[in-house]
Every structure is written in structure tokens, then in C-alpha cells.
């Protein structure tokens, strides 16, 4: 008796391209047979359990959360825009407060004014003609960057406001 061949009990090799397959226990193909490529097969463990279909209840549960969703924002853009302590309101508050205190530093001819920093940087707040704070008493305004006051005024003031005209105010001692 003969030994085999070293190569007998080994599985032979697949042509380039073609996954290793292992044969089945017991079924070795014999010497000089080429394996056929198969068709791969599904998964062998524990299938997977089909989705179960959707209850009543769960739709109704989804339906809920999605209105309930939709309803908080709606909500949130109503008490915004409709709120009176609050949101929009409040808002459109500040900005009305901030042009009314912007109004007490922009002097209109015929206004009294007191002026604070005059050497420095002056700014003409408007205060009653007839009280002890009234310094001045706005006379002309004259627009354009290099305008000065005539010698009929006492003091005048260069006004620059970013992004528009500037101009010079021209004030008499009350």
C-alpha cells in the first residue's frame, strides 16, 4: 500500500475571483475536480422575526406626539407676537423707549438745551426754556460737514451721525 498524495485531503484552490467555500462534512470533492461556484445561500442561524404590523394604538400615540409638537410651536409664535409683557411687544417697547430718549438729545430750532461737555465732546440735551438748566437756545442748523455758525451765535456744535448727513447747530445764550 501507497501513501497519498500530500494534496489529497486538502480542499483545492478556487480560481481568482470565486469565494472559498468549505464542503459540507464528508463530502471532500475527489482529485482533480474543480469546485463549481454556488449561488450564496441566506443566513443558516436563527432567522429574523418579521416586523409585526402597526397597532391602532401606536398611530394614535405617533399622531399624538406630532400634534403635540406642532401645537407647542404654534403656541410659542402666538404668545410672541401677542403677548403684552413679552416678545414682540416687549421689543417694539425698547425700541419706542430708545427713539424717545434719542429725541431728548436731538434740538430742534427753538429748543432750550444744556450742554454737557462742551470742551470735550458736547452733547445738547433738551431741557424746559424756562428752567435753571437752560444754557442755550438752538438758533439754526446748518447742513453740510464744513458749515460754521455766524457771529450772531454764541456756540455752535458739529453733528456727525454714521451712515447720514452731518451737520452744525448754532446756538444763542438764554
Known sequence: MSAP????????QQPYGYPQ?????GQQQPYGYQQQPQAPQGPQGPQRPRPQQSSPLRGLITAV???AVFGGGAWYVWD????P???KAKKEAAQA???????KYNPEVGDCVKIHDPQGEPLAEIVDCGSAEAEYKTGD????AGTRCGSQ???????????SSSYTLCFTKV
Do not use: C, W
Not at 498524495?5 to 483545492?12: D, I, R, W
Not at 467555500?21 to 462534512?25: D, E, I, L, N, T
Not at 410672541?80 to 403677548?83: A, G, K, L, P, V
Not at 451765535?153 to 453733528?159: A, E, N, P
Open 80 to 83: 410672541y407676537n401677542t403677548n
Open 141 to 144: 442748523k446748518l447742513l453740510g
Open 97 to 103: 423707549a430708545q427713539a424717545e430718549e434719542n429725541k
Open 5 to 12: 498524495p500530500p494534496y489529497q485531503n486538502q480542499t483545492p
Open 65 to 67: 406626539i406630532i400634534l
Open 153 to 163: 451765535f454764541d456756540y455752535g456744535m458739529h453733528v456727525s451721525i454714521r451712515h
Open 21 to 25: 467555500q468549505q464542503q459540507p462534512y
Open 85 to 87: 409683557h413679552g416678545g
